[in-house]
């Protein structure tokens, strides 16, 4: 035995591993306020939002805040219309999004290195 663990060292390790892995993803989030300037309604979304509720947000998200994850907004509703992929950080405008409207959808999409 090495070091009093019995040899089950390896699977304390998996454990933790598929503990980040899970705390990762718990932490994935983003919120959609009415207005620019994170300001009016807001609208927290944890996964997919393919189409933002307009009695939250008066048809579509003004500005948006994000914390964890990275995630494609598009300025229609299911994902259509133009696109792009917004790392953790606050979005106090589209133009701060690189969008030509407001946010119309999201979801959290993988990151690729």
């Not at 933790?16 to 807001?42: D, I, K, M, P, S």
């Not at 609208?43 to 393919?50: L, N, R």
Request: one cysteine or more; a positive charge.
């Amino acid at each position: 035995m090495r070091g009093g663990q019995g040899g089950m060292g390896w699977l304390r390790a998996a454990f933790a591993a598929a503990g980040l892995v899970v705390a990762q993803a718990a932490v994935a989030q983003v919120t959609f306020y009415a207005r620019e300037g994170l300001v009016g309604r807001a609208y927290a979304v944890h996964g997919a939002a393919p189409n933002l509720p307009a009695t939250e947000l008066l048809d579509r998200a003004g500005s948006m805040s994000v914390r964890g994850g990275r995630w494609q907004v598009c300025t229609e509703p299911w994902y259509r219309g133009y696109c792009v992929a917004l790392t953790p950080g606050d979005y106090r405008s589209p133009a701060q999004m690189g969008l030509p409207a407001r946010v119309g959808s999201a979801r959290e999409i993988e990151w690729h290195m």
